[in-house]
Protein backbone atom coordinates (compact mmCIF):
# COMPACT_ATOMS: atom_id res chain seq x y z
CA UNK A 1 0.00 0.00 0.00
CA UNK A 2 2.67 2.52 1.09
CA UNK A 3 4.51 1.46 -2.21
CA UNK A 4 1.35 2.22 -4.01
CA UNK A 5 0.70 5.46 -2.59
CA UNK A 6 4.42 7.13 -2.81
CA UNK A 7 4.21 5.64 -6.65
CA UNK A 8 0.85 7.88 -7.25
CA UNK A 9 2.72 10.95 -5.59
CA UNK A 10 5.48 10.27 -8.13
CA UNK A 11 2.90 10.81 -10.73
CA UNK A 12 1.83 13.63 -9.72
CA UNK A 13 5.35 15.08 -9.03
CA UNK A 14 6.82 14.03 -12.38
CA UNK A 15 3.41 16.17 -13.94
CA UNK A 16 3.23 18.70 -11.69
CA UNK A 17 7.28 19.70 -11.72
CA UNK A 18 7.84 21.24 -14.87
CA UNK A 19 4.56 23.08 -14.62
CA UNK A 20 5.80 24.18 -10.91
CA UNK A 21 9.14 25.51 -12.92
CA UNK A 22 7.14 27.39 -15.89
CA UNK A 23 5.12 29.12 -13.15
CA UNK A 24 8.48 30.29 -10.96
CA UNK A 25 11.09 30.80 -13.50
CA UNK A 26 9.36 30.14 -17.21
CA UNK A 27 8.42 27.93 -20.08
CA UNK A 28 11.67 28.69 -21.71
CA UNK A 29 13.61 27.33 -18.57
CA UNK A 30 12.08 23.59 -19.69
CA UNK A 31 12.38 24.27 -22.91
CA UNK A 32 16.32 24.40 -21.87
CA UNK A 33 15.92 21.17 -19.84
CA UNK A 34 14.32 19.51 -22.66
CA UNK A 35 16.95 20.31 -25.46
CA UNK A 36 20.36 20.16 -23.24
CA UNK A 37 19.58 16.36 -21.66
CA UNK A 38 20.09 14.85 -25.10
CA UNK A 39 22.92 16.92 -26.02
CA UNK A 40 24.53 16.93 -22.85
CA UNK A 41 23.81 13.10 -22.38
CA UNK A 42 25.41 12.55 -26.26
CA UNK A 43 28.53 14.28 -24.92
CA UNK A 44 28.93 11.79 -21.73
CA UNK A 45 27.97 8.65 -24.18
CA UNK A 46 30.44 9.56 -26.95
CA UNK A 47 32.87 10.18 -24.32
CA UNK A 48 32.41 7.04 -22.83
CA UNK A 49 32.32 5.40 -26.26
CA UNK A 50 35.69 6.45 -26.78
CA UNK A 51 37.63 6.59 -23.62
CA UNK A 52 36.14 2.47 -23.27
CA UNK A 53 37.79 1.85 -26.89
CA UNK A 54 41.01 3.51 -26.39
CA UNK A 55 41.18 2.01 -22.96
CA UNK A 56 40.27 -1.25 -24.00
CA UNK A 57 38.56 -2.14 -27.09
CA UNK A 58 41.20 -1.44 -29.31
CA UNK A 59 44.15 -3.73 -28.20
CA UNK A 60 41.52 -6.21 -28.12
CA UNK A 61 42.70 -9.11 -31.43
CA UNK A 62 39.72 -9.35 -33.76
CA UNK A 63 39.57 -10.40 -37.22
CA UNK A 64 39.60 -13.25 -39.54
CA UNK A 65 42.50 -15.10 -38.78
CA UNK A 66 41.81 -14.28 -34.53
CA UNK A 67 41.58 -17.71 -32.84
CA UNK A 68 38.88 -18.20 -30.48
CA UNK A 69 39.80 -16.94 -26.94
CA UNK A 70 41.17 -19.65 -25.05
CA UNK A 71 39.24 -20.32 -21.56
CA UNK A 72 41.26 -22.07 -18.33
CA UNK A 73 40.64 -25.70 -17.46
CA UNK A 74 37.94 -25.78 -20.91
CA UNK A 75 34.75 -25.33 -18.74
CA UNK A 76 31.89 -26.82 -19.92
CA UNK A 77 29.24 -23.82 -21.16
CA UNK A 78 25.59 -24.41 -21.13
CA UNK A 79 24.25 -22.45 -23.85
CA UNK A 80 20.18 -21.85 -23.29
CA UNK A 81 17.63 -20.84 -25.92
CA UNK A 82 14.22 -20.21 -24.35
CA UNK A 83 11.60 -20.72 -27.62
CA UNK A 84 7.82 -19.85 -27.56
CA UNK A 85 6.62 -20.73 -30.88
CA UNK A 86 10.08 -20.19 -32.52
CA UNK A 87 9.37 -23.66 -35.19
CA UNK A 88 10.22 -21.26 -38.05
CA UNK A 89 13.89 -20.20 -36.28
CA UNK A 90 14.33 -22.36 -34.19
CA UNK A 91 16.78 -24.77 -36.19
CA UNK A 92 18.83 -21.85 -37.43
CA UNK A 93 19.03 -20.76 -33.99
CA UNK A 94 20.31 -24.13 -32.38
CA UNK A 95 22.43 -24.75 -35.65
CA UNK A 96 24.19 -21.40 -35.02
CA UNK A 97 24.44 -22.33 -31.17
CA UNK A 98 26.47 -25.47 -31.99
CA UNK A 99 28.24 -24.28 -34.08
CA UNK A 100 30.39 -22.82 -31.42
CA UNK A 101 34.49 -22.98 -32.06
CA UNK A 102 34.99 -23.23 -28.66
CA UNK A 103 33.67 -27.04 -28.55
CA UNK A 104 32.84 -28.13 -24.88
CA UNK A 105 29.18 -26.75 -25.16
CA UNK A 106 25.74 -28.35 -24.47
CA UNK A 107 22.96 -26.17 -25.55
CA UNK A 108 19.49 -26.51 -23.72
CA UNK A 109 16.06 -25.26 -25.75
CA UNK A 110 13.32 -25.08 -23.97
CA UNK A 111 10.38 -24.85 -25.32
CA UNK A 112 8.08 -23.15 -23.23
CA UNK A 113 4.83 -24.40 -23.82
CA UNK A 114 4.77 -23.59 -27.66
CA UNK A 115 1.76 -23.94 -29.93
CA UNK A 116 3.39 -24.44 -33.27
CA UNK A 117 5.47 -26.89 -34.49
CA UNK A 118 8.28 -26.03 -32.01
CA UNK A 119 8.24 -29.13 -30.17
CA UNK A 120 8.74 -31.42 -33.26
CA UNK A 121 11.80 -29.30 -34.53
CA UNK A 122 13.05 -29.27 -31.46
CA UNK A 123 12.75 -33.07 -30.98
CA UNK A 124 14.37 -33.83 -34.44
CA UNK A 125 17.26 -31.60 -34.34
CA UNK A 126 18.01 -33.74 -30.66
CA UNK A 127 18.03 -36.67 -32.61
CA UNK A 128 20.59 -34.96 -35.22
CA UNK A 129 22.83 -33.18 -32.20
CA UNK A 130 24.15 -35.07 -29.24
CA UNK A 131 25.16 -31.85 -27.56
CA UNK A 132 21.29 -30.25 -28.07
CA UNK A 133 19.30 -31.25 -24.43
CA UNK A 134 15.48 -30.34 -24.80
CA UNK A 135 12.84 -29.19 -21.75
CA UNK A 136 9.56 -28.93 -22.73
CA UNK A 137 7.77 -26.78 -20.45
CA UNK A 138 3.86 -28.80 -19.64
CA UNK A 139 2.22 -25.23 -19.71
CA UNK A 140 3.35 -21.87 -20.92
CA UNK A 141 5.41 -20.19 -18.19
CA UNK A 142 7.01 -17.15 -19.73
CA UNK A 143 10.68 -16.67 -20.30
CA UNK A 144 11.97 -16.27 -16.28
CA UNK A 145 10.81 -19.68 -15.96
CA UNK A 146 11.48 -21.13 -19.19
CA UNK A 147 15.44 -19.71 -18.19
CA UNK A 148 15.00 -20.68 -14.41
CA UNK A 149 14.18 -24.11 -16.20
CA UNK A 150 17.34 -24.59 -18.30
CA UNK A 151 19.77 -22.82 -15.43
CA UNK A 152 18.42 -25.75 -13.26
CA UNK A 153 18.84 -28.40 -15.84
CA UNK A 154 22.08 -27.15 -17.12
CA UNK A 155 25.40 -28.92 -16.46
CA UNK A 156 27.23 -25.88 -16.21
CA UNK A 157 27.48 -23.07 -13.77
CA UNK A 158 28.04 -21.12 -16.80
CA UNK A 159 25.19 -19.60 -18.65
CA UNK A 160 24.89 -18.11 -21.90
CA UNK A 161 21.64 -17.34 -22.58
CA UNK A 162 20.21 -16.50 -25.96
CA UNK A 163 16.58 -15.83 -27.46
CA UNK A 164 14.99 -18.30 -29.90
CA UNK A 165 15.42 -16.21 -33.03
CA UNK A 166 19.13 -15.22 -32.07
CA UNK A 167 22.24 -16.35 -34.09
CA UNK A 168 25.53 -16.45 -31.98
CA UNK A 169 28.61 -15.75 -33.78
CA UNK A 170 31.22 -18.74 -33.95
CA UNK A 171 33.18 -17.75 -31.16
CA UNK A 172 30.46 -15.36 -28.76
CA UNK A 173 29.67 -18.05 -26.10
CA UNK A 174 33.55 -18.09 -25.20
CA UNK A 175 34.32 -14.48 -25.82
CA UNK A 176 30.28 -14.25 -23.26
CA UNK A 177 32.77 -16.54 -20.34
CA UNK A 178 35.71 -15.61 -20.60
CA UNK A 179 35.07 -12.48 -18.23
CA UNK A 180 33.28 -14.75 -15.86
CA UNK A 181 36.60 -17.02 -15.74
CA UNK A 182 38.58 -14.27 -15.26
CA UNK A 183 36.94 -11.62 -12.50
CA UNK A 184 35.96 -13.10 -9.14
CA UNK A 185 33.06 -10.61 -9.13
CA UNK A 186 31.80 -10.25 -12.73
CA UNK A 187 28.17 -12.19 -11.90
CA UNK A 188 27.04 -11.43 -15.80
CA UNK A 189 28.36 -10.00 -19.44
CA UNK A 190 26.13 -8.62 -21.97
CA UNK A 191 26.72 -8.93 -25.75
CA UNK A 192 27.05 -7.16 -28.79
CA UNK A 193 23.47 -7.61 -30.46
CA UNK A 194 23.28 -6.86 -34.13
CA UNK A 195 20.36 -6.40 -36.67
CA UNK A 196 19.24 -9.19 -39.39
CA UNK A 197 16.40 -6.88 -40.53
CA UNK A 198 16.88 -3.97 -42.63
CA UNK A 199 13.91 -4.03 -45.15
CA UNK A 200 12.07 -0.97 -43.98
CA UNK A 201 13.06 2.42 -42.74
CA UNK A 202 11.99 1.04 -39.38
CA UNK A 203 14.48 -1.83 -39.26
CA UNK A 204 17.63 0.21 -41.02
CA UNK A 205 17.42 3.12 -38.40
CA UNK A 206 17.44 0.16 -35.57
CA UNK A 207 20.58 -0.57 -36.96
CA UNK A 208 22.36 2.62 -36.24
CA UNK A 209 20.58 3.23 -32.59
CA UNK A 210 22.41 -0.02 -32.19
CA UNK A 211 25.51 1.30 -33.18
CA UNK A 212 25.41 4.88 -31.96
CA UNK A 213 23.19 4.81 -28.77
CA UNK A 214 23.19 1.37 -27.27
CA UNK A 215 26.70 0.30 -27.90
CA UNK A 216 27.76 3.55 -26.36
CA UNK A 217 25.47 3.67 -23.59
CA UNK A 218 26.99 -0.23 -22.78
CA UNK A 219 30.55 1.50 -23.39
CA UNK A 220 29.86 4.53 -21.15
CA UNK A 221 28.02 2.32 -18.54
CA UNK A 222 31.22 0.14 -18.24
CA UNK A 223 33.25 3.02 -18.14
CA UNK A 224 31.20 4.16 -14.93
CA UNK A 225 31.38 0.75 -13.40
CA UNK A 226 27.41 -0.08 -13.56
CA UNK A 227 24.74 -1.68 -16.66
CA UNK A 228 21.34 -0.21 -16.34
CA UNK A 229 20.73 -3.48 -18.45
CA UNK A 230 22.32 -6.87 -19.55
CA UNK A 231 20.51 -7.55 -23.40
CA UNK A 232 17.88 -10.28 -23.32
CA UNK A 233 18.88 -11.45 -26.34
CA UNK A 234 22.41 -12.37 -25.32
CA UNK A 235 23.53 -12.28 -21.89
CA UNK A 236 26.16 -14.89 -19.75
CA UNK A 237 25.52 -15.38 -16.39
CA UNK A 238 26.93 -17.11 -13.78
CA UNK A 239 25.08 -19.46 -11.67
CA UNK A 240 26.08 -18.63 -8.48
CA UNK A 241 25.56 -15.33 -8.98
CA UNK A 242 21.87 -15.75 -9.98
CA UNK A 243 21.08 -18.41 -7.44
CA UNK A 244 22.24 -15.57 -4.77
CA UNK A 245 19.34 -12.94 -6.17
CA UNK A 246 16.89 -15.91 -6.62
CA UNK A 247 16.82 -16.05 -10.55
CA UNK A 248 14.77 -14.44 -13.00
CA UNK A 249 11.63 -12.95 -11.61
CA UNK A 250 8.97 -14.45 -13.14
CA UNK A 251 6.13 -11.24 -12.58
CA UNK A 252 8.74 -8.83 -14.18
CA UNK A 253 7.83 -7.30 -17.59
CA UNK A 254 11.99 -7.55 -18.91
CA UNK A 255 13.69 -10.18 -17.04
CA UNK A 256 16.86 -8.61 -18.21
CA UNK A 257 16.33 -4.95 -16.84
CA UNK A 258 15.70 -7.15 -13.16
CA UNK A 259 18.69 -9.56 -12.88
CA UNK A 260 21.17 -6.94 -13.83
CA UNK A 261 19.59 -4.93 -11.32
CA UNK A 262 19.33 -7.76 -8.63
CA UNK A 263 22.69 -8.48 -9.59
CA UNK A 264 24.69 -5.17 -9.25
CA UNK A 265 22.40 -4.59 -5.70
CA UNK A 266 24.30 -7.62 -4.53
CA UNK A 267 27.53 -6.26 -5.73
CA UNK A 268 28.21 -8.81 -8.92
CA UNK A 269 29.65 -6.75 -10.89
CA UNK A 270 28.48 -6.83 -15.11
CA UNK A 271 30.76 -6.79 -18.20
CA UNK A 272 30.33 -5.14 -21.72
CA UNK A 273 31.82 -7.90 -24.37
CA UNK A 274 31.68 -6.29 -27.69
CA UNK A 275 33.06 -8.91 -29.70
CA UNK A 276 30.53 -11.45 -28.43
CA UNK A 277 28.30 -10.97 -31.77
CA UNK A 278 24.65 -12.08 -31.88
CA UNK A 279 22.48 -11.46 -34.90
CA UNK A 280 18.84 -10.91 -34.34
CA UNK A 281 15.62 -10.25 -35.61
CA UNK A 282 14.30 -6.48 -34.42
CA UNK A 283 10.34 -4.93 -35.36
CA UNK A 284 10.23 -3.16 -39.14
CA UNK A 285 7.02 -1.61 -38.44
CA UNK A 286 6.09 1.34 -36.51
CA UNK A 287 3.26 -0.99 -34.05
CA UNK A 288 5.93 -3.79 -33.58
CA UNK A 289 8.48 -0.96 -32.41
CA UNK A 290 6.54 0.47 -30.31
CA UNK A 291 4.81 -2.31 -28.67
CA UNK A 292 8.56 -3.47 -27.80
CA UNK A 293 9.88 0.07 -27.05
CA UNK A 294 6.71 0.39 -24.63
CA UNK A 295 7.80 -3.06 -23.10
CA UNK A 296 11.07 -1.84 -22.41
CA UNK A 297 9.61 1.36 -20.88
CA UNK A 298 7.53 -0.57 -18.84
CA UNK A 299 10.09 -2.63 -17.56
CA UNK A 300 12.33 0.54 -16.88
CA UNK A 301 9.84 2.27 -14.76
CA UNK A 302 9.03 -1.44 -12.79
CA UNK A 303 12.36 -1.30 -11.76
CA UNK A 304 11.85 1.85 -10.47
CA UNK A 305 8.96 1.07 -8.67
CA UNK A 306 10.47 -1.69 -7.58
CA UNK A 307 13.82 -0.11 -5.90
CA UNK A 308 12.75 3.52 -5.00
CA UNK A 309 12.42 2.37 -1.52
CA UNK A 310 15.47 0.23 -0.67
CA UNK A 311 18.18 2.14 -2.64
CA UNK A 312 19.14 4.47 -0.61
CA UNK A 313 21.38 2.40 1.66
CA UNK A 314 24.97 3.73 1.58
CA UNK A 315 26.05 0.20 0.19
CA UNK A 316 24.01 0.71 -2.80
CA UNK A 317 25.64 4.26 -3.66
CA UNK A 318 27.18 3.13 -6.98
CA UNK A 319 23.49 2.54 -8.99
CA UNK A 320 22.38 6.27 -7.52
CA UNK A 321 23.73 7.62 -11.19
CA UNK A 322 22.10 5.01 -13.28
CA UNK A 323 18.82 5.70 -10.60
CA UNK A 324 18.91 9.28 -11.14
CA UNK A 325 19.79 8.91 -14.88
CA UNK A 326 17.09 6.81 -15.33
CA UNK A 327 14.43 9.88 -13.15
CA UNK A 328 16.19 12.45 -15.51
CA UNK A 329 15.01 10.70 -18.64
CA UNK A 330 11.42 10.42 -17.10
CA UNK A 331 11.47 13.89 -16.44
CA UNK A 332 12.57 14.60 -19.74
CA UNK A 333 9.41 13.35 -21.49
CA UNK A 334 7.57 14.55 -18.84
CA UNK A 335 8.90 18.28 -19.15
CA UNK A 336 8.68 17.71 -22.80
CA UNK A 337 4.84 16.90 -22.15
CA UNK A 338 4.51 20.08 -20.54
CA UNK A 339 5.88 22.10 -22.76
CA UNK A 340 3.43 20.49 -25.67
CA UNK A 341 0.44 21.43 -23.72
CA UNK A 342 1.71 24.76 -22.69
CA UNK A 343 2.40 25.45 -26.50
CA UNK A 344 -0.74 24.86 -27.74
CA UNK A 345 -2.67 26.38 -25.09
CA UNK A 346 -0.42 29.53 -25.61
CA UNK A 347 -1.76 28.94 -29.11
CA UNK A 348 -5.90 29.14 -27.63
CA UNK A 349 -6.24 31.39 -25.34
CA UNK A 350 -4.07 34.30 -22.90
CA UNK A 351 -1.76 32.88 -20.59
CA UNK A 352 0.73 35.02 -18.34
CA UNK A 353 3.89 36.00 -20.26
CA UNK A 354 6.22 33.56 -18.40
CA UNK A 355 3.55 30.40 -19.45
CA UNK A 356 4.32 30.62 -22.99
CA UNK A 357 6.28 28.84 -24.73
CA UNK A 358 7.08 30.26 -28.31
CA UNK A 359 8.70 26.92 -30.31
CA UNK A 360 8.16 22.81 -29.89
CA UNK A 361 11.57 22.21 -31.79
CA UNK A 362 14.75 23.55 -31.15
CA UNK A 363 15.82 26.96 -32.08
CA UNK A 364 17.95 27.42 -34.97
CA UNK A 365 21.84 27.18 -33.16
CA UNK A 366 20.45 24.60 -30.20
CA UNK A 367 19.30 22.60 -32.97
CA UNK A 368 22.24 23.03 -35.16
CA UNK A 369 24.07 21.64 -32.38
CA UNK A 370 21.83 18.95 -31.26
CA UNK A 371 21.93 17.91 -35.32
CA UNK A 372 25.67 18.29 -35.28
CA UNK A 373 26.50 16.18 -32.07
CA UNK A 374 24.06 13.34 -32.93
CA UNK A 375 26.10 12.99 -36.12
CA UNK A 376 29.21 13.55 -34.60
CA UNK A 377 27.66 10.50 -32.31
CA UNK A 378 27.11 8.46 -34.99
CA UNK A 379 30.56 8.94 -37.04
CA UNK A 380 32.23 7.75 -33.11
CA UNK A 381 30.09 4.88 -33.17
CA UNK A 382 31.03 3.91 -36.69
CA UNK A 383 34.87 4.42 -36.17
CA UNK A 384 34.75 1.86 -33.00
CA UNK A 385 32.03 -0.64 -34.41
CA UNK A 386 33.58 -0.71 -38.13
CA UNK A 387 35.62 -3.55 -36.97
CA UNK A 388 32.75 -5.94 -36.10
CA UNK A 389 30.14 -5.42 -39.05
CA UNK A 390 31.60 -4.60 -42.93
CA UNK A 391 29.89 -1.98 -44.58
CA UNK A 392 28.31 -0.60 -41.63
CA UNK A 393 29.49 3.47 -42.99
CA UNK A 394 26.50 3.19 -45.41
CA UNK A 395 24.21 2.81 -42.72
CA UNK A 396 25.13 6.58 -41.98
CA UNK A 397 22.57 7.75 -45.11
CA UNK A 398 19.73 6.38 -42.89
CA UNK A 399 20.44 8.11 -39.59
CA UNK A 400 19.45 10.91 -40.15
CA UNK A 401 16.03 9.84 -39.21
CA UNK A 402 17.62 8.02 -35.87
CA UNK A 403 17.47 11.34 -33.63
CA UNK A 404 14.21 11.99 -33.99
CA UNK A 405 12.71 8.17 -33.93
CA UNK A 406 14.76 7.38 -31.00
CA UNK A 407 13.59 10.57 -28.61
CA UNK A 408 10.35 10.41 -29.83
CA UNK A 409 9.77 7.13 -29.06
CA UNK A 410 11.18 7.51 -26.18
CA UNK A 411 8.85 10.45 -25.09
CA UNK A 412 5.47 8.56 -25.92
CA UNK A 413 6.61 5.29 -25.02
CA UNK A 414 7.55 7.02 -21.27
CA UNK A 415 4.37 8.95 -21.42
CA UNK A 416 2.45 6.04 -21.37
CA UNK A 417 4.29 3.36 -19.73
CA UNK A 418 5.39 5.45 -16.42
CA UNK A 419 1.73 5.77 -15.45
CA UNK A 420 0.35 2.64 -16.48
CA UNK A 421 3.19 0.84 -14.39
CA UNK A 422 2.98 3.56 -11.44
CA UNK A 423 -0.95 2.86 -11.37
CA UNK A 424 -1.11 -0.62 -11.52
CA UNK A 425 -2.58 -2.57 -8.30
CA UNK A 426 -0.25 -5.77 -8.37
CA UNK A 427 2.03 -7.37 -11.08
CA UNK A 428 1.00 -10.74 -12.32
CA UNK A 429 3.18 -13.40 -14.18
CA UNK A 430 4.97 -11.77 -17.55
CA UNK A 431 3.75 -13.98 -20.12
CA UNK A 432 5.85 -14.05 -23.64
CA UNK A 433 4.73 -10.53 -25.69
CA UNK A 434 6.64 -10.69 -29.36
CA UNK A 435 6.53 -8.25 -31.42
CA UNK A 436 6.90 -8.33 -35.06
CA UNK A 437 10.47 -10.11 -36.39
CA UNK A 438 10.65 -8.13 -39.84
CA UNK A 439 8.47 -7.96 -42.59
CA UNK A 440 9.53 -11.58 -43.98
CA UNK A 441 7.90 -13.28 -40.50
CA UNK A 442 4.92 -11.20 -40.68
CA UNK A 443 1.56 -13.53 -41.37
CA UNK A 444 -0.15 -12.35 -44.47
CA UNK B 1 15.68 -23.91 -45.01
CA UNK B 2 18.66 -21.35 -45.03
CA UNK B 3 18.13 -17.77 -44.68
CA UNK B 4 19.89 -14.78 -45.16
CA UNK B 5 22.24 -13.11 -42.35
CA UNK B 6 20.88 -9.61 -43.27
CA UNK B 7 17.49 -9.28 -44.61
CA UNK B 8 16.96 -6.22 -47.03
CA UNK B 9 14.28 -5.15 -49.04
CA UNK B 10 14.83 -5.91 -52.83
CA UNK B 11 11.65 -4.44 -54.90
CA UNK B 12 12.55 -0.85 -56.42
CA UNK B 13 10.09 0.86 -55.65
CA UNK B 14 10.03 0.79 -51.98
CA UNK B 15 13.49 1.51 -51.45
CA UNK B 16 13.14 4.08 -54.15
CA UNK B 17 10.83 5.88 -51.53
CA UNK B 18 12.54 5.63 -48.62
CA UNK B 19 15.69 7.09 -50.36
CA UNK B 20 13.42 9.48 -51.38
CA UNK B 21 12.11 10.39 -47.76
CA UNK B 22 15.56 9.89 -46.41
CA UNK B 23 17.28 12.64 -49.08
CA UNK B 24 14.33 15.41 -48.38
CA UNK B 25 15.36 14.31 -44.48
CA UNK B 26 19.23 15.65 -45.48
CA UNK B 27 18.53 18.61 -47.41
CA UNK B 28 15.95 19.62 -44.49
CA UNK B 29 19.14 18.68 -41.95
CA UNK B 30 21.55 20.67 -44.06
CA UNK B 31 18.89 23.76 -44.57
CA UNK B 32 18.69 23.68 -40.34
CA UNK B 33 22.36 24.37 -40.21
CA UNK B 34 22.54 26.71 -43.17
CA UNK B 35 20.28 28.58 -41.72
CA UNK B 36 21.94 28.54 -38.22
CA UNK B 37 25.27 29.79 -39.89
CA UNK B 38 23.95 32.48 -42.07
CA UNK B 39 21.84 33.76 -39.11
CA UNK B 40 25.04 33.59 -37.08
CA UNK B 41 27.37 35.40 -39.47
CA UNK B 42 25.60 38.51 -41.72
CA UNK B 43 24.17 40.20 -39.25
CA UNK B 44 23.97 44.56 -39.44
CA UNK B 45 27.09 45.62 -37.28
CA UNK B 46 24.96 48.85 -36.36
CA UNK B 47 22.27 46.28 -34.48
CA UNK B 48 24.89 45.47 -31.67
CA UNK B 49 26.87 42.68 -30.91
CA UNK B 50 27.09 40.23 -33.79
CA UNK B 51 25.46 36.98 -33.15
CA UNK B 52 28.58 35.68 -34.51
CA UNK B 53 30.06 36.35 -31.33
CA UNK B 54 27.26 35.74 -29.17
CA UNK B 55 27.31 32.25 -30.60
CA UNK B 56 31.18 32.02 -30.02
CA UNK B 57 30.53 32.29 -26.52
CA UNK B 58 27.48 30.01 -26.37
CA UNK B 59 29.57 26.98 -27.79
CA UNK B 60 32.56 28.17 -25.45
CA UNK B 61 30.21 27.23 -22.61
CA UNK B 62 28.64 23.98 -23.88
CA UNK B 63 32.38 22.36 -24.99
CA UNK B 64 33.12 23.74 -21.10
CA UNK B 65 29.67 21.62 -19.78
CA UNK B 66 30.90 18.62 -22.13
CA UNK B 67 34.80 18.97 -21.19
CA UNK B 68 33.53 18.61 -17.54
CA UNK B 69 31.34 15.27 -18.51
CA UNK B 70 34.44 13.97 -19.72
CA UNK B 71 36.61 14.49 -17.05
CA UNK B 72 34.25 13.50 -14.25
CA UNK B 73 33.38 10.11 -15.80
CA UNK B 74 37.23 10.07 -16.85
CA UNK B 75 38.17 10.75 -13.38
CA UNK B 76 35.64 8.19 -11.81
CA UNK B 77 37.06 5.41 -13.89
CA UNK B 78 40.64 6.02 -13.39
CA UNK B 79 39.52 5.80 -9.26
CA UNK B 80 37.93 2.81 -9.54
CA UNK B 81 41.17 1.37 -11.70
CA UNK B 82 43.21 2.48 -8.90
CA UNK B 83 40.75 1.14 -6.73
CA UNK B 84 40.20 -2.39 -7.66
CA UNK B 85 44.01 -2.59 -9.59
CA UNK B 86 44.16 -5.79 -7.13
CA UNK B 87 41.61 -8.37 -6.84
CA UNK B 88 40.70 -8.88 -3.30
CA UNK B 89 38.02 -11.76 -4.50
CA UNK B 90 38.60 -15.29 -5.50
CA UNK B 91 36.43 -16.97 -7.57
CA UNK B 92 34.06 -18.90 -6.24
CA UNK B 93 33.42 -22.51 -7.32
CA UNK B 94 30.37 -23.38 -9.72
CA UNK B 95 27.11 -24.42 -7.86
CA UNK B 96 26.91 -28.16 -6.42
CA UNK B 97 24.35 -30.57 -7.31
CA UNK B 98 22.89 -29.99 -3.97
CA UNK B 99 23.07 -26.27 -4.16
CA UNK B 100 21.05 -26.63 -7.70
CA UNK B 101 18.94 -28.25 -5.90
CA UNK B 102 18.10 -25.78 -2.67
CA UNK B 103 18.51 -22.84 -4.43
CA UNK B 104 15.46 -23.92 -6.68
CA UNK B 105 13.45 -25.96 -4.13
CA UNK B 106 13.65 -29.05 -5.25
CA UNK B 107 15.10 -32.67 -4.26
CA UNK B 108 18.51 -33.41 -4.78
CA UNK B 109 17.35 -36.44 -7.01
CA UNK B 110 15.34 -34.32 -9.32
CA UNK B 111 17.87 -31.68 -10.17
CA UNK B 112 19.84 -35.03 -10.89
CA UNK B 113 17.59 -36.15 -13.14
CA UNK B 114 17.30 -32.63 -14.94
CA UNK B 115 21.11 -32.80 -15.40
CA UNK B 116 21.00 -36.07 -17.23
CA UNK B 117 18.25 -35.88 -19.30
CA UNK B 118 18.71 -35.13 -22.90
CA UNK B 119 14.70 -34.57 -23.78
CA UNK B 120 12.31 -34.08 -20.68
CA UNK B 121 9.54 -32.53 -19.94
CA UNK B 122 8.76 -30.12 -16.56
CA UNK B 123 6.17 -28.90 -15.00
CA UNK B 124 5.28 -26.48 -12.67
CA UNK B 125 3.46 -24.95 -9.91
CA UNK B 126 0.94 -22.12 -10.61
CA UNK B 127 3.80 -19.76 -8.64
CA UNK B 128 6.34 -20.69 -11.15
CA UNK B 129 8.03 -23.49 -9.36
CA UNK B 130 9.66 -26.47 -10.09
CA UNK B 131 7.28 -29.70 -9.71
CA UNK B 132 7.92 -32.62 -11.59
CA UNK B 133 9.64 -34.14 -14.27
CA UNK B 134 8.87 -36.55 -17.02
CA UNK B 135 11.86 -37.92 -18.64
CA UNK B 136 12.02 -38.91 -21.84
CA UNK B 137 15.88 -40.02 -23.12
CA UNK B 138 18.74 -39.44 -20.88
CA UNK B 139 21.69 -38.12 -22.20
CA UNK B 140 24.11 -40.73 -24.04
CA UNK B 141 27.42 -40.27 -21.89
CA UNK B 142 25.36 -41.04 -18.71
CA UNK B 143 23.76 -44.19 -20.38
CA UNK B 144 27.29 -45.26 -20.98
CA UNK B 145 28.58 -44.39 -17.21
Known sequence: MTDRLIAFL????????????????????????????PLFMSALWISGGIYFWFHRERHWPWGPGTPPPVLAGNPLISILVPCFNEGVNARETIEAALAQRYENIEVIAINDGSIDNTAAVLEQLASEYSRLRVIHLAENQGKAVALQAGAAAARSDFLVCIDGDALLDKDAAAYMVAPLLNHPRVGAVT?????????????????????SIIGLIKRTQRVYGQVFTVSGVIAAFRRRALAEVGYWSPDMITEDIDISWKLQLRHWSIFFEPRALCWILMPETLKGLWKQRLRWAQGGAEVFIVNMRRLWGWEYRRMWPLFLEFCMSTAWAFAYAVSIVLFLIGRL????????????????????????VCLVQFAVSLFIERRYEKGIAASLFWVIWF?????????????????????????????????????????? | ????????????????????????????????????????????????????????LTLRIYLLVAGLIVLALVGWAKYNQLRF????????????????????NITSELALMMSQAQVFTLAHYDTGAIDRVWMAKILANVQSE
Open chain 1, 10 to 37: ILCLMFSFPLGVAVVFTGEVILDFVFFW
Open chain 1, 191 to 211: GNPRIRTRSTLIGRVQVGEFS
Open chain 1, 349 to 372: IPMPDSLYVQHLFPPAFTGLMLGV
Open chain 1, 403 to 444: PVVYWMLSLFTTLVAFPKVMLRRKRSRARWVSPDRGIGRLKP
Open chain 2, 1 to 56: MIQPLIFTEQRLLPRTLDSLLTIVAWLGFGWLIFSGLINAIEHDPLMGTRPFYTTL
Open chain 2, 85 to 104: RIERRKRRPGLEQHEVAASF
